[in-house]
């Protein structure tokens, strides 16, 4: 069982940026790929991106690439998605998860836990 906790939400003006953490607990955090997404009201969830066990891959959605970031430290058991120049549209319900395994080919298809999420409002 992995708990993920979010954290790092917040309201912001357009074009600052924040930083998103996500913890997890257990001893198995390096047996994870992490991923962030987010949903907006009304909408669906939408992914925002992946990185694999070690940090060395990652992936982004087309529309966040080039702003957003993420990055992971295995010795704090933490994922992080760096977030800049932030627009209104960004404004949603950020939250990470978590996909067992190492093997890499690009962005997880089935993640087993999820955080509850962290509010990010963007102001104009």
């Known amino acids: 069982q992995v708990q993920l906790v979010e954290s790092g939400g917040g309201l912001v003006q357009t074009g600052e940026s924040l930083r998103l953490s996500c913890a997890a607990s257990g001893p198995t955090f390096t047996m994870y790929a992490m991923g962030w997404f987010r949903q907006a009201p009304g909408k669906e969830r939408e992914f925002v991106a992946a990185?694999?066990?070690?940090?060395?891959?990652?992936y982004y959605s087309d529309s966040m690439k080039g702003r957003f970031t993420i990055s992971r430290d295995n010795s704090k058991n933490t994922v992080y998605l760096q977030m800049n120049s932030l627009k209104p549209e960004d404004t949603a319900v950020y939250s990470c998860?978590?996909?067992?395994?190492?093997?890499?080919?690009?962005?997880?298809?089935?993640?087993?836990?999820w955080g509850q999420g962290t509010q990010v409002t963007v102001s104009s």
């Open positions: 990185i694999n066990w070690n940090g060395l891959g990652t």
């Open positions: 998860a978590a996909s067992y395994g190492r093997s890499w080919n690009g962005p997880p298809t089935r993640y087993d836990y």
